[in-house]
Every structure is written in structure tokens, then in C-alpha cells.
């Protein structure tokens, strides 16, 4: 069983829906949670970080962890095309990623 | 600021050729990590190297070594590759625990 999973979709959504994004994960160490969007034949790029139960905000994107649960979530309100990308959730054990899920937002 | 440099960009492979593929950060980061992409599976670390003068093994290391020649650069080297070993190959410099990826070398094997 890999440390950090994550459903790799495909979704696509209408533009202005909500998109969410999930990862398990089973190591009690990790202590960092982060997104990065994957534009396509790019490198990642980091999204956003937390290291705390609870939600964090920034614009249109939140990040929530439950630790207790071992899941974190990703949501984009007012999802844009220029939205459309492949978002992966890591965490801080050697940097481990998860699948990654390809989002696909239609205009 | 170029950030993260990899080359080449592109490479196709007999089976059984080696190669190395670099990687240069101007960044001044201790750590640097390579790793695999391959579709529905994310990235896969490969090797590591926390410091200059230090490397460690990840999730797939076999097939593959690396050298962290100096703080700036950080090289993986296939010594006869293989089918399985065609991916998207990524290299990232990493401060504290924000990743800063090149922008990959698409290696096929055939």
C-alpha cells in the first residue's frame, strides 16, 4: 500500500462549479500537507501548504486536513478553464506524492 | 533566475545504452531529488540527496545512481536502460518543504 493515495480521475466539471480533491494517507509522521498543479508537459508547481488540522484559505482555493482521519481535502470555488490541470497532494516523508488527479474544467 | 535546469529535454534510447541526465539548480538549496512520472502513478521518488556529498534511495531506485557532484548540480545516470524505464523524468530542488521542479526530460526506451 503506497504512503499517500489519491484518485486520479479523470473530473471535469462546468466552469463555476467546486471542485474536490482528496488524498489518504497512512503515516502518522507527516507533518506538512501540500498541493501542487501540474500544467501539461510542465513541472510541478507548489499550490498551497499546511501543517495543522483545520482549513486554510487562499483566494479560491482551500486546503483542509484531519489529521485524525489521515485526509486531506482540496476545493476550487468558481473553477476557471485556466484551472484545468493535474493537481497532486504531498507530503513531507521524502516529499511523497500522491497519483495526482487531472481536472478538467469546461467553459 | 533560471531556478531549475534539466537536459536534455527529450531522449529516445536502445535498450541497453546508458546516459546520464543533469540537473542544475542556481537556488542554493541543500536538497535535490529525482524523480519518476508515469501516468496514473504520480511521481515516484527515485534517489535523493539532502546535502552535497550525500544521496539516499527512494521508492524505485533500481536501475538508476546518482552523484550530487557539487551544492548546484545532481545527476541520475541509467547504466543500461531498459522499456520500463521510459517516463517522464523530473528533478527538484527543495527548500524546506516547497518543491521547485524542472521542466522534466521525456525519456523513451525502445
Known amino acids: 500500500q503506497k504512503e499517500v493515495e489519491q484518485d486520479p480521475g479523470p473530473l471535469s466539471v462546468p466552469e463555476g462549479a467546486i471542485v474536490s480533491l482528496n488524498c489518504t494517507y497512512s503515516n502518522s509522521a507527516f507533518q506538512y500537507f501540500m498541493w501542487y498543479r501540474q500544467y501539461s508537459r510542465k513541472g510541478p508547481e507548489l499550490l498551497m501548504y499546511t501543517y495543522s488540522s483545520g482549513n486554510k484559505e487562499d483566494g479560491r482555493f482551500t486546503a483542509q486536513v484531519d489529521k485524525s482521519s489521515k485526509y486531506i481535502s482540496l476545493f476550487i470555488r468558481d473553477s476557471q478553464p485556466s484551472d484545468s490541470a493535474t493537481y497532486l497532494c504531498a507530503m513531507n516523508n521524502k516529499l511523497s506524492f500522491g497519483a495526482g488527479t487531472t481536472v478538467t474544467v469546461r467553459a | 533566475n533560471a531556478g531549475v535546469t534539466q537536459t536534455p529535454k527529450f531522449q529516445v534510447l536502445k535498450t541497453g545504452q546508458s546516459m546520464t541526465l543533469q540537473c542544475a539548480q542556481d537556488?542554493?538549496?541543500?536538497?535535490m531529488y529525482w524523480y519518476r512520472q508515469d501516468p496514473g502513478m504520480g511521481l515516484r521518488l527515485i534517489y535523493y540527496s539532502a546535502s552535497e556529498g550525500t544521496t539516499d534511495k527512494g521508492e524505485v531506485p533500481n536501475g538508476y545512481n546518482v552523484s550530487r557532484l557539487n551544492k548546484r548540480e545532481f545527476s541520475l545516470r541509467l547504466e543500461s536502460a531498459a522499456p520500463s524505464q521510459t517516463s517522464v523524468y523530473f528533478c527538484a530542488s527543495v527548500r524546506n518543504t516547497e518543491a521547485f521542479f524542472g521542466q522534466g526530460t521525456r525519456l523513451t526506451v525502445v
Open positions: 537556488m542554493n538549496h541543500n536538497s
